[in-house]
């Protein structure tokens, strides 16, 4: 029967006729399930490749049902497997039926992948390769029920190959590092194989379908000791599978640091797992220049999402935290509970972790710097509280060092940090005359307004009104004769132009600069023994100068 059916279908040139011998064909190994692994052996090539892009819709249902019988079967599956392997054109055979118009196929090919899948996740690989995730997303609007559900089957089944693919990569690398193998591998070994099917991660959690069903926090822990596991040599450092699975681990991470919503839903996995991995990368002198650079940035977009959300970090129990004379803060409410939770071990994380690198990071090759400075920058900005943990790690001058016009570290971002450290008064007023602050604020300013370079002009504008505004308070309180404010009077006409200039954010800037500065000088000039009164006109007048330049604008 068998041989007579698969003569009338190879031989018959009516569509119908052929149709009904491969349904009927069908039918039979349904029936008859230990037939299918005989028929595969005689005629697996001809009857599955040829039926799967026959022009008819029937026999192409027919020779995917025989296909997912076979996929279906233990026994049957690693034949198929092997027929697949030798037959380069079945899988896109396959694969193409998704776009095929009648919707049962759609979902009949679908089974095939998920089938697929299961047997072993380099066929998912395959299939991702032949952009499996662009289809799948496509067929999220697709109207049939049918075909919905396939999707949606697809979609749990890679929660389970996501994992078993991270095991299998984890036990791969733990015999390399057993074995004290160091990038030897051409990637053509069994080795190599593993590390590769790293990709299939890759291509799911860029994807917006795949992503909420294969992230969650123990995918971020492995990822983080696959970083940890990996050789250090990273990116071009390398050869073969080795120097290609860091690679992609690496756009892994980045693919997940840029998803807010995974990142602050996990904050164990990426607090206590995946950051101290990052700092441990950048630290090490072993590693390549852009692997640390590539974890710096990881670093920062993670830390960026954690100290902006008030659900995540609060700065004032971070306060709390790092002044332990003071009484812990209660946990009114199981959420109150999990902020306290959060805020501490980030508190920890920045503590012990990532201030501690920025001496390191400052003395790498650029962009690391420019990098540190805005990582830092953005800490402080968020709580000053860890001004302390700057100071003790000596870097404060540093900052101020930067100020000079051939510097490379002279950027906005330093300009920012050294604002945070004056309004936190890290410095003292002899310090900052030792380090020529002011003339060094001034003449960045000066350049600025001169070239037109608009990014520094708000910045060093409001660093020159928290030094105007430090050394008035100095001089209040006796630690000051005003060498700092005299440096700034000399830049009057410099603030008054600038309250004209067409951007809001600088003429508003510039104008609190010459508000802070008329109310300081004039109590310089008038003393105390001049009273009130004429302090009070002298500033009546500058402000009514003010009052013009702001109608200006």
């Not at 049939?144 to 389970?160: F, I, N, P, W």
């Not at 201030?355 to 990582?375: G, H, R, S, T």
């Not at 508003?508 to 003393?527: D, I, P, T, W």
Request: charged share 15%.
């Amino acid at each position: 029967t068998l041989v007579g059916l698969m003569g009338i279908y190879s031989s018959s040139k009516t569509e119908n006729v052929r149709a009904t011998a491969a349904s009927t064909l069908s039918r039979l190994l349904r029936n008859s399930p230990g037939l299918v692994g005989g028929v595969l052996d005689r005629w697996g090539q001809r009857l599955l490749l040829t039926g799967l892009a026959d022009s008819s819709s029937k026999v192409q249902v027919a020779a995917v049902n025989m296909l997912n019988q076979a996929l279906s079967q233990p026994e049957v599956a690693p034949k198929l497997a092997g027929l697949l392997a030798q037959e380069q054109g079945l899988l896109p055979a396959a694969m193409g039926l998704l776009d095929h118009s009648l919707p049962l196929l759609r979902a009949k090919a679908v089974v095939s992948i998920v089938l697929l899948c299961r047997l072993s996740p380099q066929w998912l690989l395959e299939c991702c390769q032949q952009k499996l995730v662009l289809h799948m997303e496509r067929l999220t609007r697709d109207k049939d029920t049918c075909t919905q559900d396939a999707v949606v089957l697809l979609r749990q089944e890679m929660s389970g190959a996501v994992k078993h693919i991270c095991s299998g990569i984890a036990e791969q690398l733990a015999i390399m590092q057993n074995s004290q193998i160091r990038c030897s591998s051409d990637g053509s070994g069994s080795s190599g194989a593993c590390l590769e099917q790293l990709q299939v991660v890759l291509h799911l959690v860029t994807s917006p379908f795949f992503r909420p069903a294969v992230v969650d926090g123990q995918l971020v822990q492995m990822l983080a000791e696959f970083l940890l596991a990996v050789p250090a040599e990273g990116p071009g450092g390398g050869a073969g599978s080795v120097a290609e699975f860091s690679n992609t681990l690496l756009h892994v991470l980045e693919a997940l640091s840029q998803q807010p919503e995974h990142v602050t839903r996990f904050p164990d996995a990426f607090l206590q797992h995946l950051m101290p991995a990052l700092c441990s990368v950048i630290s090490t002198n072993s590693s390549h220049s852009d692997t640390r650079f590539f974890c710096l940035r990881m670093m920062s977009d993670v830390l960026a999402i954690y100290l902006t959300d008030p659900d995540r970090y609060s700065a004032v129990l971070a306060q709390q935290l790092l002044q332990p004379q003071q009484a812990a803060p209660r946990r009114n409410s199981s959420s109150n509970g999990r902020l306290f939770e959060v805020t501490a071990v980030l508190d920890a994380l920045l503590r012990q972790h990532v201030v501690p690198l920025v001496p390191v990071l400052l003395e790498q090759e650029e962009p690391m710097p420019l990098y540190a400075l805005k990582l830092l920058g953005g800490i402080l900005e968020v709580n000053s509280g860890y001004v302390s943990v700057v100071e003790s790690l000596q870097l404060s001058h540093c900052f101020f060092e930067f100020l000079t016009l051939e510097h490379p570290n002279n950027n906005v971002h330093n300009i920012r940090l050294c604002k945070q450290l004056m309004i936190c008064g890290s410095l003292s007023h002899q310090q900052l005359l030792e380090l020529a602050a002011a003339d060094k604020v001034c003449a960045v300013l000066l350049y600025a307004q001169q070239n037109n370079v608009e990014p520094f002009l708000e910045p060093v504008l409001q660093l020159a009104d928290a030094m105007i505004a430090r050394d008035a308070s100095d001089m209040a309180a006796g630690a000051s004769r005003g060498q700092l404010l005299h440096r700034f009077v000399e830049q009057l006409l410099c603030f008054m132009d600038l309250c004209t200039h067409p951007d809001t954010a600088v003429a508003v800037a510039a104008s609190q600069c010459l508000a802070q500065l008329v109310r300081a000088e004039s109590v310089r000039v008038c003393g105390r023994q001049a009273g009130r009164a004429a302090g009070a006109c002298c500033i009546l007048d500058c402000e009514i100068v003010m009052c013009a330049y702001a109608v200006e604008l």
